[in-house]
């Protein structure tokens, strides 16, 4: 299985900001792939960053989807 630091050397990270988004794991995960498609990621690898934080713990979703986002 690829890791999101393999996605992240291969896609860079894009623009956006996890403070203010509602807290549910889904919604996390929903508003980062919303600004990964933004910031032209190819939608395979969008969804392996789903399935990387999906596989883990809350913990696991918020460095997963913090991992891929460059904060403004």
Excluded at 47 to 71: H, P, Q, R, W
């Amino acid at each position: 299985m690829v890791t999101i630091e393999e996605l992240v050397a291969k896609n860079g990270t894009v623009n956006g900001n996890l403070i203010g988004v509602d807290g549910n794991a889904f919604i996390v995960i929903g508003y980062t792939t919303g600004q990964l498609r933004r910031g032209g990621w190819p939608r395979e690898d969008i969804s392996k960053v789903s399935e990387i934080a999906m596989s883990g713990d809350y913990d696991n979703v918020l460095a997963t989807c913090a991992a891929t986002l460059n904060f403004e």
